[in-house]
């Protein structure tokens, strides 16, 4: 141990002290907190002063208390506010499945869409609608970075990959993507019925789910050769908004 009060009178340490009781402050006036919660603090602090305790130990203690307890209290502050959201929802008479989905509309509210058909599914536009970002915005620097990776053809899925992006956007003015050509004409058909219908959008976003977790794989095998730049570094992860955004995490070629 030190001597008593040792060390507690340093610049650094009064004014880490100073910080940790500004930290308590602003935590107990945002959550209505006790504000006992700096006397006992204080309370600490005193016995440490004249118990010689290590100045620098018992911060270290301290802030790891303070941490816990503002986890501790965002923790229980969003699930008052869970709790809450639930309580208005149920009152406007709405459901958890109405929420899911107007969470999942937000998501993907600022993708454009793909103009299939006037009855067409607004996930399967909007998938496409983000492929066709990922062209506009992000497949030059992309593909560039692939081929330095893997240089000669047939390397890896490079070609492969190359080759099939093009059946998810639009080659060219008015062309509907190859890809969501059995949808189209599934929406087009009188004759097709509604489950048929259901089954070919669910093929559109699982093809596009697959070429896209594919995409991720065949960079990440290229990362190994050759580190991708800040262009290719977005690219990736607009790709993995896109998953995020609509769900497909879990749809991956078995």
Same mark, same amino acid.
């Given at each position: 141990?030190?001597? /008593? ?8 340490? *009064?004014?880490?002290?100073? /910080?940790?009781?500004? /930290? ?10 006790? @504000? ?18 290590? @100045?620098?130990? #018992?911060?270290?203690?301290? &802030?790891?208390?303070?941490? $816990? ?12 506010? *869970? ?12 459901? #958890? ?12 509210? +600022? ?5 299939? +058909? ?22 030059? @620097? ?7 990776? #893997? ?13 099939? #992006? ?11 993507? %190859?890809?969501? !050509? ?7 058909? @009188? ?6 219908? &259901?089954?070919? $959008? ?10 896209? +977790? !594919? ?6 095998? $290229? ?6 730049? %800040? ?18 995490? !879990?749809?991956?070629?078995?």
């Amino acid at each position: 141990m030190l001597g /008593k009060g040792r060390g507690y009178n340093k610049p650094e340490v *009064i004014e880490s002290i100073d /910080k940790l009781i500004s /930290k308590y402050e602003t935590l107990i006036f945002d959550n209505a907190l006790n @504000p006992g919660l700096i006397e006992s603090f204080e309370d600490r602090l005193r016995h440490a002063r004249n118990m010689g305790r290590d @100045p620098m130990r #018992f911060l270290e203690e301290e &802030i790891a208390e303070y941490k $816990a307890l503002e986890k501790k209290t965002e923790v229980k502050a969003y699930t008052e506010s *869970i709790r809450d959201e639930a309580r208005r929802r149920r009152q406007a008479g709405e459901t #958890f499945a109405d929420k899911v989905l107007d969470e999942y509309r937000q998501r993907i509210e +600022h993708y454009p869409e793909v103009s299939i +058909h006037p009855d067409a599914d607004t996930e399967v536009a909007k998938l496409y609608g983000a492929l066709d970002l990922l062209d506009k915005n992000h497949w030059s @620097p992309l593909i560039e970075y692939l081929r330095k990776a #893997f240089p000669r053809a047939g390397q890896i899925d490079r070609m492969t990959i190359e080759q099939r #992006f093009w059946r998810f956007i639009s080659t060219r003015k008015d062309r509907l993507p %190859e890809e969501l !050509e059995p949808y189209r004409r599934s929406l087009a058909a @009188p004759s097709a019925t509604r489950k048929e219908r &259901i089954r070919e $959008a669910q093929e559109a976003v699982k093809s596009a789910a697959f070429f896209l +977790h !594919e995409l991720l794989g065949v960079c990440e095998d $290229a990362r190994r050769q050759t580190e991708p730049g %800040e262009d290719v570094e977005r690219a990736l992860g607009f790709i993995r908004e896109i998953i995020t955004d609509f769900r497909i995490k !879990e749809l991956k070629r078995r």
